[in-house]
Nanobody, 115 residues
Framework: VQLVESGGGLVQPGGSLRLSCAASGFTFSRYAMSWYRQAPGKERELVAS????????NYADSVKGRFTISRDNAKSTVYLQMNSLKAEDTAVYYC?????????WGKGTLVTVSS
């Protein structure tokens, strides 16, 4: 299983970024996908998740109304559209899935929100 995140970078407060996670090594369309983040000195936290078919999503309270998770099963890719970014969104963002009951993680992509 491989999960490869991309799309992170430096953005000003109020700006937007779109993260992508390309998955391989398992039948992507059968499994839920999630985005987590870990800020410096803090524990990793769940940001958003999406069901296998894309019809079911949930979000952390801190990102509701600003972030949107989506997936393209034909491309085995999950996305996280992040709008109205705040300094407190600064973190390494990780893609996650759990095929066969085992957790798999990407290496992460750094998002820095700063003026």
């Amino acid at each position: 299983v491989q999960l490869v995140e991309s799309g992170g970078g430096l953005v000003q407060p109020g700006g937007s970024l779109r993260l992508s996670c390309a998955a391989s090594g398992f039948t992507f369309s059968r499994y839920a996908m999630s985005w987590y983040r870990q800020a410096p000195g803090k524990e990793r936290e769940l940001v958003a998740s999406i069901g296998s078919g894309g019809g079911s999503t949930n979000y952390a309270d801190s990102v509701k109304g600003r972030f949107t998770i989506s997936r393209d099963n034909a491309k085995s890719t999950v996305y996280l559209q992040m709008n109205s970014l705040k300094a407190e969104d600064t973190a390494v963002y990780y893609c996650n899935s759990a095929p066969w009951g085992k957790n798999y993680w990407g290496k992460g992509t750094l998002v820095t929100v700063s003026s």
